[in-house]
């Protein structure tokens, strides 16, 4: 079984700043996607941005982007010009390519934004 | 447009009742379906998971199990609810043309008294 690692429980960020997240996973396989979803405190999972690991270039969506490291089997979420809205709980995951696409999940990283 | 609905969105139960929620997708066929739980603060844990009609997948032998009697639907059942089933219940549904991810539901907060 796969397994993901956030190691920050928790992040606080004055708003308009930068906050980078934490991810590493453990994996045998070569092909695979990574995945941040974010969960607002509505607790809906909403998607942030994925990468597909045959793509070496980092994927990006909006203030959004990721430095994926896939020899060091890191994948980082960097959140730029941080917003109010960004408060959020926000969870690292890898998904197995043909496995019917199941997703495993790290434990979280709670990120305050503060006015 | 392509909708996944899920409910109750809170449920209060005592401990030894039964349980069904349900998760209902709309707008597109054949997807493939999840049922994950989310302890308070925690990740969240694959439970069942369903490919096609009457096909369901176990992740973690526990206390609940699944059923999809129709194509876009999808139950999580119990016949006698455990103080540790409370938690954070989340439907979530792949389609192929929107490639590999899942969408979530807005979820179902169980609590076992």
């Known amino acids: 079984a796969q397994t993901v690692t956030q190691s920050q429980p928790e992040m606080s960020v004055q708003e308009a700043e930068t906050v980078t997240l934490s991810c590493t996973y453990d994996?045998?396989?070569?092909?695979?996607?990574l995945f941040w979803y974010k969960q607002p405190p509505s607790r809906q999972m909403i998607l942030v941005i994925r990468?597909?690991?045959?793509?070496?270039q980092n994927a990006t969506e909006n203030r959004f982007s990721v430095n994926f490291q896939k020899a060091a089997k890191s994948f980082s979420l960097k959140i730029s010009d941080s917003q109010l809205g960004d408060t959020a709980m926000y969870f690292c995951a890898f998904m197995k390519l043909a496995n019917d696409y199941k997703l495993s999940f790290g434990a979280g990283t709670t990120v305050t934004v503060r006015a | 447009s392509q909708t996944i609905h899920q409910w109750p969105a809170t449920l209060v139960q005592p401990v030894g009742s039964p349980l069904s929620l349900e998760c209902t997708v709309e707008?597109?066929?054949?997807?493939?379906l999840y049922w994950y739980r989310q302890a308070a603060g925690r990740g969240l844990q694959l439970l069942f998971y369903?490919?096609?009609?009457?096909?369901i997948s176990s992740e973690v032998p526990q206390n609940l199990s699944a059923s999809r009697p129709q194509d876009r639907q999808f139950i999580l059942s119990s016949k006698k609810l455990l103080l540790s089933d409370s938690g954070f219940y989340l439907c979530a549904w792949k389609v192929d043309r929107e490639g590999e991810k899942l969408f979530f539901g807005s979820g179902t907060q169980l609590s076992v008294l």
């Open positions: 707008g597109t066929s054949n997807p493939n």
């Open positions: 994996t045998s396989e070569n092909n695979y996607y």
């Open positions: 990468q597909e690991a045959y793509k070496q």
């Open positions: 369903s490919v096609g009609i009457g096909q």
